[in-house]
C-alpha cells in the first residue's frame, strides 16, 4: 500500500480587504465575514478556505491540522470560526508587523518542519471562494502530487474574461496529468493586452495558490532572497509560544525586508533550477477583491440585481443591496452598488468599486474609526455595540459568552451603569462580589476596580450606560485579564 503524502494546509489570513469597506474592517476584515462561495451561506470565507483544505484528506493525501498566519488584532477570531468547524490548528502564527507574504510563509515551513517532518505545504489566502468544490479538490491532488516530487506548482485560473486587475501565467503544453510548465509572470495588464492573453489561450490568471514541499521552498528563497530566509530564521529561533499562539521575536521580524511570494521566489524560478509548474483549477473561483466581485458570485433576479438583508429593489437592473440593519430600498438604479450598515453607507458605481479603498484612505488620513471597527466591536469574551453616544453618555449592548468575562478593570473618567438584559451576571464592584439576573442593575462608581463574569451557560445581555468626561476605550486601567492584553 503506497503511504499517502503528509500535507500541511497553510491559510494566509493577515489580509485587511479595504476594497470591501464599510463592510469589510481592519478590525473585522472580509476574511471572517460571510459573503458568498462553495459552502454553506452561514461559513466566512476564512472557514470556507478550511473545509476546503480539510476536505482533502482521503485514500492519496493525509491533511494535517492548518497552520494559521495572521496578526495580533485577529487571533482570538480565528480560534473563534475555528471552534464553530470543530477544527483545532496546529498553531496560529501571529505577525507581530506586516512584512508581506513571502516572511509568513516562510514561517509557515519552519513550523511545518519543526517535529521533523517534510510535509507538502498547500498555501491559500483565506478570501477567496470557489463554486465547484469537487473541481477544486481534482486540481489540489494534482498539484500535491507533483509537489511531492519536489516541484514548485501554483494553481492557475483559466480566463473567461479579458480582467485588468489580475496578474497572468504563461505556461507550455501541459502533459498528460495536466501540468504544464511555467515559463513567465506577468504583471496586471492593461486591457487590450488581456484581451490578447485571453484569445491565445496559453495564460492563466496568477490565484495566489500555491503547492510545494517545505524544504523546496526553503531552498529557494535561500538562493534567491537569502536575506529574507535569514532574518526570518532569526525570528523563528527566537519565538515564544502561548497555547496556540505562536509569536516570533518582534523586534527581529521587524527587521525581515518585506516582499511578496511571487517577486521573492515565484517569478524567479522560470529558467532556474526549481522547476515551476501550473495546474490549472476551473472550479467557479473568485477572489471577492472588490463589490463587483462579490455581484458576480451573488444570486440574481430577473433583473440581474443580487440582495443581502432586508432589500426592496425595483426597475432596477444589475444592482447589489447588501443591507445590514435596516430596510434598504432602490428604484430606477443600473450598474450600482448600496451597502448599509448601522454606522456607514456605500453607494458606487458597481465598475469603480475597487475605488472604494480610497474612502478608507480618508477615512485613515482624518482618523475617523470608521475604517477600523464596526459599532458592533467583537472581542474574545463576546461583543459589544454602541447603540447610542453624547457628549458625557455613551449607552452600549454587551453580550458575554458562557464561562467567559471581561478583565479586571477600572476607568479614571467615566462611571458605568449595569442593568442584566438576559442570562446571569457575576459582578465584581470593588470588594462586593454580585450575582445579578433579569432586569436587576448596580452602579459602579468611577474609579472603582470592577469585572463582569458569565457563570452561566446562555449568552448573558447587558445595557451599559457610560457617563463622565471621557468615554474613550483607551480609558481602561486592566489588573487582569484571561486574554492576556496589556
Known sequence: MTAR????????????????????RAGYPKQFLVLGGDADRSDSLFQQAVRRLQGLDGAELAVAA?????????RFLCLDQLRELKVEPA????????RNTAPAVTLAALAAQ?????????VTPADQTVTDEPAFAAAL???????ADGAVVILGITPDRPETGYGYIKTGEPDARGVAPVQRFVEKPDAATAARYLAEGCYAWNAGIFVLRASTWLKALGSFRPDIAQATQAAWDGRATDAKFVRPAKAA???VPSESVDYAVMERCPGSPFAIQMVALNAGWNDLGAWDA????????AGGNASVGDAIIKDSENVLVHATSRLVSAVGLKDVVVVETPDAVLVADRARSQEVKQIVNQLTKEGRGEHTLHRKVHRPWGWYDSIDHGPRHQVKRIMVKPGASLSLQMHH???EHWIVVSGTAEITNGDKVLMLTENQSTYIPLGQVHRLANPGKVDLEIIEVQSGSYLGEDDIVRYEDTYGRA
Open 91 to 98: 498553531a496560529v502564527l501571529l505577525e507581530p508587523v506586516g
Open 141 to 147: 491532488k494534482q498539484a500535491v502530487l507533483a509537489a
Open 114 to 122: 519543526a517535529d521533523g517532518q517534510d510535509p507538502v505545504l498547500v
Open 5 to 24: 503524502i503528509l500535507t500541511q494546509p497553510v491559510i494566509m489570513a493577515g489580509g485587511s480587504g479595504t476594497r470591501l469597506w464599510p463592510l469589510s
Open 66 to 74: 492548518p497552520l494559521i498566519v495572521g496578526n495580533e488584532d485577529h
Open 413 to 415: 473618567h467615566r462611571a
Open 294 to 301: 462579490v455581484w458576480q458570485v451573488s444570486g440574481k433576479d
Open 253 to 255: 521580524f521587524a527587521a
